[in-house]
């Protein structure tokens, strides 16, 4: 199971903190990644990273003002995100992947959490 936290209301130019708690004693073994959908749009890609943490891979959009990370002992991930712009705004969801790889690709994430709101407002 996946449970997503962390979102709500910043101002443009922002930051956010959004955390990710997974269940599973296999969570160090495969890759996590970050997804959001703005209202009317598809769900995109926002971030991923590999099992241990050592690969990462971001979407155009969001590089160099998102970093996502793990820790695998507490079985979280976490999307630090910085200089937040109004095109932002979205529910964002974690997804779990059963393999070691990273992907932009949503149908080849497994397990989704619930998602958590981010307004950012101009």
């Known amino acids: 199971q996946l449970q997503a936290s962390g979102g709500g209301l910043v101002q443009a130019g922002g930051s956010l903190r959004l955390s990710c708690a997974a269940s599973?004693?296999?969570?160090?073994?495969?890759?996590m990644g970050w997804f959001r959908q703005a209202p009317g749009k598809e769900r995109e890609f926002v971030a991923a990273?590999?099992?241990?943490?050592?690969?990462?891979y971001y979407a155009d959009s969001v590089k160099g003002r998102f970093t996502i990370s793990r820790v695998n002992t507490k079985t979280m991930v976490y999307l630090q995100m910085n200089s937040l712009k109004p095109e932002d705004a979205a529910v964002y969801y974690c997804?779990?992947?059963?393999?070691?790889?990273?992907?932009?690709?949503?149908?080849?994430?497994?397990?989704w959490g619930q998602g958590t709101l981010v307004t950012v407002s101009s």
């Open positions: 997804a779990f992947r059963s393999a070691s790889t990273l992907s932009d690709s949503s149908p080849s994430y497994d397990y």
């Open positions: 599973g004693r296999t969570f160090s073994s495969y890759a």
């Open positions: 990273i590999s099992g241990r943490g050592a690969s990462t």
